[in-house]
């Protein structure tokens, strides 16, 4: 572009050097005249020209700027993404260890009440200690070592029950009949109570 400008000064210095060989009859200064408007004229053509290239440089900025800043927002939605994606993920597996630690320690609380009731089996097996052991009762035995998951209130009704019979029914056979217990536990309770009694 300067150098358009450098050239077309050159041309309009060469026709300002001009001299006219004629401006004797007046017809050499109408010349002159015409030269000058021509030059100021193309003068003002090339300031035109120049604005209007700025302007299209600009209007040619503005989808590059765009598209850059598309670039940009889509490069931090990625990102934005990326990490939620991965904090996602993280939760994920942080949840999927405490599930399974959570049924790890439940197994072995199940394993272990079942080894400290093989215990309480053991220690029923072996000599009773010298001192007096306080004998249990059939629903203590029932409730601590056969079947914990009987309500103390579903004994306490049986122990009603038991009342209204006479001669009184054992109450084994009443949490038989309503459906509590089954015959195996009888069983185990009464082989319990009778290592108990020694």
Known sequence: MDADLTILQAIIDSFSDLSVPFAADGDGQSV??????????????VREKTEQVGVLFALAAIPIVLVVLGI????????????????????????DIIKDASDKLKKALVKNAIADDDDDYEDEEEEPPEKKVKKMLFGEILKKFVTPTLADEEIEEALVIQKNFNPPKKIGEILEDTGKISKAEIAHVLKIQKKQAG
């Open 72 to 95: 940009v927002i889509k490069l931090l939605y990625d990102i934005y993404t990326g990490a939620a994606d991965k904090v996602a993920d993280g939760v994920k597996a942080g949840s």
């Open 32 to 45: 002159t005249k015409m030269l000058e408007e021509k030059m100021d004229a193309a003068e003002e053509m």
